[in-house]
Each structure stands twice: as structure tokens, then as C-alpha cells.
């Protein structure tokens, strides 16, 4: 088991005091980043005194240590997972040699990218949530928010140190650049669609963390089958952090139908306008919400037929999900089945298993979002009221791949250009919907013993602790 230094500067588990250049670089990168956290961290909150969890060991029990911390204090760290002894390969050309534990030349450039593409997405959903205390709905989610912000740093400090140890010059250009982008700029974006969308409400963060954190989860599963085993180990202790951030998106969009919905029986109401006079979110508005994260999601995972997703998996550099379930690891022989639009039309295509993993993927992650549809669906159904959410068909409002050029229903029915932009609000969050669901927010709700009308309490507190915990100290 690896020896977990807590007292260092840098926390870490990768004894990075018996390298002393590149303690130095990442001590360098540490000012750097702080400066960015201050600059893009959560909005005046940088001075209270949060409950948090922060890692301190790798071991699936009690790897978290929780207390109250400043922010800025936070111990960002450098953990990876414990080595497999005598790992190897998993999939592609090279199954069934030993991994690497450096990053060999042909593949550098590669993998380079991967891990950047990875890391952009942490400082930027940071980004993107950074005004949302100003809004919150109680103090025991204004902490959950703060959670999953901090971790999100954590993610790009595991990325970083991947840059730095491995990369040489070329990845310490790119830790800087990291620290440079900003998600939504014209000038500078994040890499990735969905990291420069603003979100700017609590519906948003709860789609985002549920949807898009999700698709974190998946890409961090396939790069945990990666035979660069460094980001193997990395990946594998990003995920158990991932869990939480799901959690926090999953169990807000249930408190949020369970009130909707209980409110709507309470009052016999069943009409949106109705339903949104009782300040609760009524359920085609969540629906909406549902549509643009889960498709914008979607879009993460690449195009549906794709060389370089096969050349990555046939060098071993990124696997599927779970790549044990599968019964075949080099995957020449068979086909996948899948719809495209090619030409204006829908078509059924044979498409090479390499070149669909992308596809693959996907479809590994839409399952996973429709178990937490079922269970939305069952909370609504448990108040007594007759409305289920649905995912959208992938054909739907599509940025990437092919049916980026197409235009369909939620259903999945084509349409053309003109009749898709004329039910667009009917499908996706318009003005108005986004007008309403910030004035239910407008005012933040700061005492702890105080829940937002629009949203049912959670089922219990954090580690143990009550709901009504002073979850966050207000030094203000
Ligand atoms: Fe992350
Ligand atoms: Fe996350």
C-alpha cells in the first residue's frame, strides 16, 4: 500500500518528496492555481468555514477526513489508487502485456490530449457553478455545491500531476494553459460544448452534476482501463469522488419532483401555470431542463463512428466502461448496429466494433441516466401524480456526429429545419422558463434550519449530521 503524506505542501501519495524538480514544478503551479481558485472559485464564499470532506488515504474505508475549512485552505491532493501487482494490458493490439509506467514515445501526443481534454472539464465546471451560492436553497446544499467545486479542483490537481511527471515542457505548457481558459469565453473556451454552457440556476447544477458529471464517471471508467497506468491509478481514485457529485444531482432533481409533485396534489393543481403559482417547479419545465443537459451530455462522448476512438482503443491508450464485462478485448471481429443521419436520411449502419466505441459508450451511459429517471419517475408516481420523465431520443438536439446535422424530435421523429425551430421552447428551456425558475431562487436561503419552498429536505444529513447542520459558518 502506498504511504500517504499529509503534512507536505502538496498532499500526496506518490512519495513526490523523492523527486525534488518536479516538487519544485507543482510547488511553482501551486500559486498559480490558488490565484485561479480565488478568481473563479465560488463567489464570496472564499472567507467561511465549510464542511467538507477532504482525502487523506486511498483505502476504501475512510479515505475522508471531515471538518470545517476555509476554501482556499482546502488540502488539494495527489492520490492515486494502489497499484494492481502485475497488471496488464486489458484490450486492443496489446492485450495481455505488462502496462506501462511511462509514456511511451508514439503515444505521446495522444495521450497528452486525453488527459488535457480530461482536465479542462474540472476548473471549467468550477466555473460554471461559480455564482450558485448566491441562490442556494439551504445550507446543507450551498455545502454539497462547495463539495463537488473543491473536488472538481482536486480533479485538475490529478490531471496536472500527470502533465508534470510525464510530459516534460510540453506538460507543464499545458498545466498553465489549464489555468488560462475560461469556460463560456469567445476569446479562450474550455475545450468541450457542454463545459462553456452557463449554469446559472439550481435546476441547471442538479442536471449538470446528475448528467454531466455522469459522463465524467464514464470517461474516467474507460480511462481506467488505459494502459498508461499512472492515469489507470489516477482515474480509478477520481471516481470514488465522482459518486458524490451524482449523488448531489440525482437526489436534487428527486427532492424537486417529490415537492412538485406533492404540492400538486395537496392542491389539485395539474397545469404548469398553476403549479408555477404554488413557487414549485412544475414538471415541463424539469423535463426541458432534462432534454438540454442529457443531450448536451451526449455530445461529450464523440462522434458515433470514430477513428480515433479505435485507434486509441486498439494502442491500449483508453478501453470501455467495465471493459471485464465484455466477452471480447480486441474487438476485430463483429460489427455495431446504429443509427446515423447520412444524406438527409436516417440509416441503419455496420459500422466496425473499433470505430464504434464511442457509440459503445454512449449507450453504457444512457442506461446508467435511466436508472435515475426510473427513480425520479417513482418518487412522482408516489405522490399520486401521472407524469413521467423521459430521456430524449439521441437524435435529438445533437452538436457532435452525425445527427448534428439532422433535425428530430425528442421521439426521435425527423423534422425539418423551420418546424424544429418552432417547437424548440416547446422541447428545451426557454427565456421564460428560465426567467421563472430564477425568481424562485432569487432569494438564497442561509439558515441552516430553513429549506426553499420549491424543494423537499433531503432524506438525511452528511456524515451523520443532521439536516439542519450549520453546514456552512458565514464569516460575512
Ligand atoms: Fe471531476
Ligand atoms: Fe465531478
Not at 326 to 334: E, I, N, R, Y
Request: glycine residues 8%; negative net charge; proline residues 4%.
Amino acid at each position: 500500500m502506498t504511504t500517504v503524506e499529509n503534512d507536505e505542501r502538496i498532499p500526496n501519495n506518490v512519495n513526490l518528496a523523492s523527486d525534488k524538480r518536479l516538487q519544485r514544478a507543482l510547488e511553482a503551479w501551486q500559486p498559480s492555481y490558488l490565484k485561479w481558485w480565488r478568481e473563479m472559485g465560488p463567489s464570496g464564499f472564499q472567507e467561511d468555514q465549510v464542511y467538507l470532506r477532504t482525502a487523506i488515504s486511498v483505502e476504501s474505508d475512510g479515505w475522508a477526513h471531515f471538518d470545517y475549512v476555509k476554501m482556499p485552505d482546502y488540502r488539494w491532493g495527489i492520490f492515486l489508487a494502489d497499484e494492481v501487482k502485475d497488471r496488464t494490458i486489458g484490450f486492443g493490439d496489446l492485450m495481455g502485456r505488462p502496462v506501462w509506467k511511462e509514456v511511451p514515445g508514439e503515444h505521446r501526443t495522444t495521450l497528452r490530449r486525453l488527459i488535457v481534454t480530461q482536465a479542462d472539464t474540472e476548473p471549467a465546471s468550477v466555473e460554471q457553478q461559480r455564482k450558485l451560492g448566491a441562490s442556494c436553497p439551504s445550507v446543507y446544499d450551498l455545502r454539497n455545491l462547495f463539495q463537488v467545486n473543491v473536488e472538481e479542483g482536486r480533479h485538475l490537481w490529478a490531471m496536472v500531476y500527470l502533465l508534470h511527471s510525464y510530459f516534460g515542457r510540453d506538460g507543464r505548457e499545458e498545466a498553465e494553459a489549464l489555468l488560462e481558459r475560461r469556460s463560456g469565453d469567445a476569446d479562450k473556451p474550455r475545450i468541450l460544448g457542454a463545459f462553456n454552457e452557463p449554469c446559472t440556476n439550481w435546476l441547471d447544477f442538479f442536471m449538470f452534476t446528475f448528467f454531466t458529471d455522469r459522463d465524467g464517471k464514464f470517461q474516467l471508467l474507460a480511462l481506467a482501463e488505459s494502459a498508461f497506468d499512472p492515469l489507470s491509478r489516477s482515474a480509478r481514485f477520481m471516481l470514488t469522488e465522482e459518486a458524490h457529485h451524482m449523488f448531489v444531482g440525482e437526489t436534487g432533481i428527486q427532492r424537486i419532483v417529490e415537492r412538485t409533485a406533492q404540492q400538486m396534489k395537496q392542491h389539485g393543481v395539474d397545469h404548469p401555470d398553476d403549479v408555477r403559482k404554488l413557487g414549485v417547479i412544475d414538471l415541463p419545465t424539469v423535463q426541458r431542463a432534462l432534454n438540454l443537459w442529457f443531450t448536451l451530455s451526449l455530445d461529450l462522448f464523440g462522434g458515433e463512428v470514430s477513428s480515433n476512438a479505435a485507434s486509441s482503443f486498439a494502442s491500449g491508450l483508453k478501453g470501455r466502461a467495465n471493459e471485464d464485462q465484455f466477452d471480447d478485448h480486441v474487438a476485430l471481429a463483429g460489427s455495431y448496429r446504429m443509427d446515423t443521419f447520412r444524406s438527409g436520411a436516417a440509416v441503419v449502419e455496420q459500422v466496425p466494433m473499433r470505430n464504434a466505441m464511442n457509440e459503445v459508450l454512449r449507450d453504457g451511459y444512457i442506461a446508467d441516466c435511466q436508472r435515475g429517471v426510473d427513480k425520479w419517475n417513482k418518487t412522482i408516481a408516489a405522490q399520486g401524480v401521472d407524469f413521467a420523465l423521459t430521456l430524449p431520443s439521441r437524435r435529438f438536439h445533437r452538436h457532435i456526429g452525425t445527427w448534428a446535422e439532422g433535425c428530430a424530435d425528442p421521439s426521435g421523429a425527423l423534422l425539418s429545419r423551420e418546424q424544429w425551430q418552432g417547437k424548440r421552447d416547446t422541447w428545451l428551456p426557454s427565456e421564460h422558463d428560465r426567467a421563472f425558475v430564477q425568481s424562485l431562487m432569487a432569494e438564497p436561503v442561509y439558515d441552516p434550519h430553513q429549506m426553499a419552498n420549491w424543494i423537499a429536505p433531503p432524506k438525511q444529513g452528511i456524515k451523520g449530521r443532521a439536516v439542519d447542520f450549520d453546514y456552512v459558518r458565514r464569516e460575512a
